[in-house]
């Protein structure tokens, strides 16, 4: 009796595929995990049976892409009433004013019923995306309270049951406070290590903890590494979720996977391959996953250098919602500094795209006879690509075409280095190879050193006798047209080709 | 799930759950197992843990069935749980109820 009336607040979320047999699974653990807080059975066998109702109802409405899409079931225990609620992704249906029984020879319609029947209140929420089905019943006073409410025992139960209510007051009213004074202290751009650190020391004096261990996934789905202790000292290892079967797991990845606080102490020892021995011996406590939305962020452990003395319910309300208050901030700063990161990626990209732009030609010579025409397109945002025309004395003119390995400013970097470098040597304009060759001479050690490459092609037209001279590096090769002759590339041991009249 | 002919009864035992998952085998077999001769189903449901409305609504199936040949359908001796379903359901008032 005891047990539950100063139980503190206990949460379970379960999310599953959108399918009877994941449902039934998730309400039998819905069942182990309200009889673990010391639920009686006849609760037991109705949260049960309206968790499976609440959950075929989700699985059934459910259709096309919302049979993709999981089946959230979360559970809140408190000690004066348990409330269920299911998100599922169907288009819903409408929850009557008033539930009746259906025909008696129905082969369905009795779900709601018995989901009616056996809660307090009923509700359906419906989104656009997401619905919500709310179930709540108010907790049965336990029977020994009613029966020796003159005795003398009695009072003192129902005095401690009203020092733990007080007891929770106190915690949530401190609880309260500590998120203000945290948001404050946001606002005036705390955040980072030294301010979890901060805060988790906080949280070990309120909760009076010895010690505090807090791990995270940093969006990784399968492991979790320490983000704070107050145990620098041990090298605590990163805990894989998904541990071959047979093995103990340990506590916090327990908690993590099961989605509910975990305990550990003189009843429940640690397994004794669990990292969180290397604390100590004896040792206490329990672990908290530590959730934003339906994603696991983290889990929170904490406990004492004992193992009897547990936390009591305020201290345990504390801790709770401190390490989730600091779950969606640390998240929140993740998302941040994601944001920040693609800020900085899109900055350079633009910084890229003007260096490229800037290596175009802005206007092509016009020699007499002659008809010359660019254009440049980049297959993404910003390429290492470029063209150059430049006239080499009164008659000749050289046609420029590259492109740098890999994308962003390096590339136009190089791009741009090279540029610089042709212009340098008009003497060499008329002999395109020899062009090629000292150009791969200056340019090979940088580029070998970052790892990048050029390929590129050079043309040289005489104006005079139209006479083409081609050379390439490893480029595309060059197609020519004539009127009155096929469209071709031209082959490197051509050496030269004599461009018609146009 | 076990099912076998009892002179003119099929009876059936050993079923842990009724549910949305099992729900439909259950019907099912029983629909197979049905012989002419069979004037009553005897349903034991003493190890049944769990029971839920699509549990119900294979067991009205199963009395629709027999109804039409005129046959009945007891459930014998249900456990706790069942039993206070079909009573919050008052399907007590369809089947007959049999405690041994």
Not at chain 1, 108 to 126: A, C, K, Q, V
Not at chain 1, 146 to 156: D, I, K, M
Not at chain 1, 415 to 425: D, Q, T, W
Not at chain 1, 456 to 482: E, K, M, N, W, Y
Request: charged share 20%; hydrophobic share 40%; aromatic share 6%.
């Amino acid at each position: 009796m005891s047990t539950l009336t100063s139980s503190p607040g206990r949460l379970m979320r379960i999310e599953c595929p959108c399918d009877l047999a994941a449902t039934r699974e998730a309400t039998r653990s819905i069942h182990l995990f309200l009889s673990q807080l010391g639920v009686p059975e006849d609760e037991l066998a109705a949260w049960e049976l309206i968790a499976a109702e609440a959950g075929n109802n989700a699985v059934e409405y459910a259709a096309g892409d919302a049979l993709k899409q999981p089946v959230e079931l979360a559970i809140e225990v408190t000690p004066t009433h348990i409330e269920l609620r299911v998100f599922d992704h169907s288009p819903g249906f409408d929850l009557p004013e008033v539930i009746e029984l259906p025909d008696p020879m129905s082969e369905g319609g009795r779900g709601l019923f018995l989901m009616s029947t056996l809660s307090n209140s009923i509700e359906y929420l419906r989104g656009r995306k997401q619905n919500c089905l709310i179930i709540r019943k108010v907790r049965a006073v336990p029977k020994e309270v009613v029966e020796t409410q003159s005795n003398a025992l009695e009072v003192a139960t129902l005095e401690s049951t009203l020092q733990c209510m007080t007891e929770e007051l106190a915690a949530s009213y401190e609880s309260l406070s500590a998120i203000f004074r945290f948001t404050s202290e946001l606002n005036r751009g705390g955040g980072g290590a030294e301010f979890t650190e901060r805060w988790l020391n906080e949280l070990r004096e309120r909760g009076g903890a010895d010690w505090f261990v807090l791990r995270l996934t940093g969006g990784s789905n399968s492991s979790i590494s320490v983000n704070c202790t107050s145990r620098p000292d041990l090298s605590l290892p990163v805990l894989k979720l998904n541990a071959p079967e047979g093995s103990p797991l340990p506590a916090e990845a327990q908690a993590a996977i099961n989605r509910f606080d975990v305990w550990f102490g003189l009843e429940s020892p640690l397994a004794e391959n669990d990292p969180l021995c290397l604390i100590g011996s004896p040792l206490s406590g329990f672990v908290h996953p530590i959730f934003v939305g339906s994603e696991l962020e983290g889990v929170m452990a904490v406990g004492r250098y004992t193992n009897t003395q547990a936390f009591n319910a305020g201290q345990v309300n504390i801790i709770h919602t401190i390490s989730d208050f600091l779950g969606i901030q640390l998240r929140n700063a993740r998302i941040q500094e994601d944001y920040l990161r693609g800020r900085l990626v899109t900055r350079e990209l633009e910084i890229a795209a003007t260096i490229q732009r800037s290596l175009l030609p802005v206007q092509l010579p016009e020699p007499p006879g002659f008809c010359l025409a660019g254009h440049s397109q980049s297959a993404s945002k910003v390429g290492g690509d470029f063209y150059d025309v430049l006239p080499v004395g009164e008659h000749g003119l050289l046609c420029i075409i590259a492109d740098v390995m890999g994308k962003g400013v390096p590339a136009a970097m190089f791009a741009a280095i090279f540029r610089s470098h042709v212009r340098s040597r008009p003497d060499l304009a008329h002999r395109p190879g020899l062009f090629l060759e000292w150009l791969n001479a200056v340019l090979f050690q940088d580029l070998d050193r970052v790892e990048m490459f050029i390929t590129a092609q050079l043309a040289f037209v005489d104006l005079r006798t139209r006479r083409l001279s081609v050379s390439s590096a490893g480029h595309c090769p060059l197609i020519v047209g004539a009127p009155g002759s096929d469209i071709r590339e031209i082959s490197m041991e051509e050496r030269c080709y004599y461009l018609n009249e146009v | 799930m076990n099912i076998h002919t009892n002179e003119n009864s099929l009876h059936v035992s050993e079923v842990p759950e009724l549910n949305a998952t099992t729900a439909g085998a259950f019907r099912d077999q029983i629909k197979s197992g049905l012989q002419p001769s069979h004037t009553h189903i005897d349903l034991d449901l003493s190890q049944t843990k769990f029971l839920d409305s699509s549990g119900l609504g294979a067991l009205i199936s199963v009395h629709k069935i027999m109804s039409s040949r005129k046959g009945v359908v007891r459930i014998i001796n249900p456990t706790t749980q069942v039993q206070q379903i079909l009573e919050l359901t008052r399907m007590h008032r369809i089947f007959e109820i049999v405690r041994n």
